[in-house]
């Protein structure tokens, strides 16, 4: 394994407290990262003061550049994104972005997510995966394209989901797990050993992992206990 993923310019995109171990991966490792697109400042608590992303704070502390955009077609946005010169960017835990962002670098947006894709594509994998009573779970790191969380597979890891698990602590094991599996992609990339794998699209047989509402969190007393 060479040092050529060094030189490769990264822009890194993320938002919650997921995604930084995924950036303080690549910072220790020496990545050269030339960009963290981050949420907007919002404002929260009584007071309503500004409050920052988690990976904002880490971004400030370790002097990164950083750019907040409210809407990610901004053409301010875009061409300060292209000036950037990214070879390639990473998205953790980030929003849906557009093509004329995705499609930016010439290696293209690589995409961690917490799930054995195809299964549990959305925006809640590790919840979900829980809630089901899977017995595994794990991390997938790919390609981006048009429709969500259905780009070629680059690595994936499996790790057990244990009796005890909660969403919380497979959440905890799987940044982690996340973290290693982004720098081990970026490094086969730089050296041109990947090989994507195309998702299979049989929908009959994939779970899926739509965004949570309190709705979702009703118990219904009358399941067995397990599932309660």
Not at 105 to 134: C, D, F, K
Not at 211 to 228: C, R
Request: overall charge neutral; hydrophobic content about 45%.
């Amino acid at each position: 394994m060479t040092d050529s993923f060094k030189k490769l310019r990264i822009v890194f995109m993320g938002t919650p407290e997921f995604a930084v171990a995924s950036l303080d991966a690549l910072i220790k490792a020496g990545c050269n990262i030339v960009g963290v697109i981050t949420a907007p400042d919002k404002q929260a608590g009584r007071g309503l003061q500004l409050q920052q992303s988690a990976v904002k704070k880490y971004a400030v502390e370790n002097n990164l550049n950083i750019l907040q955009p409210e809407k990610l077609k901004d053409p301010v946005f875009v061409e300060s994104l292209k000036a950037l010169n990214a070879d390639v960017q990473a998205v953790v835990a980030f929003r849906m972005l557009p093509e004329i962002v995705w499609n930016m670098p010439s290696l293209g947006t690589i995409n961690v997510h917490g799930s054995l894709l195809p299964q549990y594509r959305g925006a809640a994998p590790i919840n979900w995966a829980v809630m089901n009573g899977e017995k595994f779970t794990g991390v997938t790191t790919f390609k981006l394209q048009q429709e969500i969380d259905t780009g070629n597979i680059l690595l994936s890891e499996k790790i057990a989901i244990q009796e005890n698990d909660t969403a919380g602590t497979v959440h905890d094991k799987l940044k982690e797990v996340g973290a290693e599996l982004l720098l081990k992609t970026i490094r086969l990339l730089a050296d041109k050993k990947l090989t994507e794998i195309p998702q299979q699209q049989i929908e009959s047989e994939i779970q899926h992992a739509p965004k949570l509402f309190t709705e979702i969190g009703k118990i219904d007393w009358t399941k067995k206990t397990d599932e309660i």
